[in-house]
């Protein structure tokens, strides 16, 4: 049996769509997995780019759209061109998304909603440090799924 990959990407993007969309644990989404995934696996890195991007805002349309979605979608830009340095999905190009993802939308929470100094600065990033480790949790197990999932179907079913 053949399975065109963009299809199995397809279904990856519709997954992140909806798993937005449920309950989950704070920051415990596939949307870095699917940064990763789709520069790496998409020819055309522009549409590599958008598909995480697309991802959220479809689910942001239900959730609801404010300031801070600037910041999550920059991060998300900026977690895409990890993927096209890295060229593959490992725990390095998956810990720096990570990484990535807490500084740049904390910085937007702390522009938004603390006062501008250092105090307040810190007071941002410490209250952001237990949502960090779901962040992790979330971004290895979702690009680590994707990828071994990838894996599975190119070897049993001859993904072309």
């Known amino acids: 049996m053949k399975i065109n990959k963009t299809h199995f990407i397809v279904v990856i ?8 969309l449920i309950p989950h644990p704070p920051n415990f989404t596939p949307v870095t997995a699917v940064a ?7 020819k055309n890195k522009y549409i590599g780019i958008s598909i995480p991007i697309i991802c959220l805002f479809v689910s942001d349309l239900i959730l609801g759209i404010s300031l801070i979605n600037l910041f999550v979608y920059f ?10 340095l890295f060229g ?3 725990l390095k190009s998956i810990l720096l998304s990570s ?6 939308t904390n910085f937007g929470v702390w522009l938004i909603g603390y006062p501008k100094t250092l105090e307040g600065f810190i007071a941002c990033y410490i ?5 960090f480790g779901w962040t992790v949790a ?5 690009s680590y799924s994707a990828k071994l999932s990838l894996n599975l179907f190119e070897k049993k079913l001859y993904i072309s």
């Open 13 to 20: 993007i519709i997954v992140a769509i909806l798993s937005r």
């Open 36 to 42: 990763l995934f789709s520069i790496i696996n998409f």
């Open 75 to 84: 991060s998300f830009i900026l977690i895409s061109g990890i993927g096209y």
């Open 88 to 90: 593959k999905i490992n």
């Open 99 to 104: 990484l990535i993802f807490f500084f740049v």
């Open 127 to 131: 209250a952001a440090i237990p949502f």
């Open 138 to 142: 979330g971004d290895l197990f979702y």
